[in-house]
């Protein structure tokens, strides 16, 4: 588990560093591909580090470091 927030973003700062939206990201949470945790004031938070990851792993091929989901 991760502490602090100077390496953590919301679910929005990590749709805008991985080029995709945040729901998106929202998807990767709820698929347990990516932890998050809720503030006191119910913002949700990502590791940044768990971001730059997904980015290293296919960096010109945002269709391939995010798996694809299907909206319920």
Do not use: F, K, N
């Amino acid at each position: 588990m991760y502490v602090g927030t100077d390496d953590e973003l919301t679910l929005e700062d990590a749709a805008l560093r991985l080029g995709v939206g945040a729901e998106q990201v929202w998807a990767l949470v709820r698929e347990g591909v990516l932890s998050a945790r809720v503030d006191d004031h119910c913002r949700r938070y990502v590791p940044a580090d768990a971001v730059d990851e997904l980015l290293r792993a296919a960096p010109d091929r945002p269709e391939q470091r995010i798996p694809s989901y299907r909206a319920i």
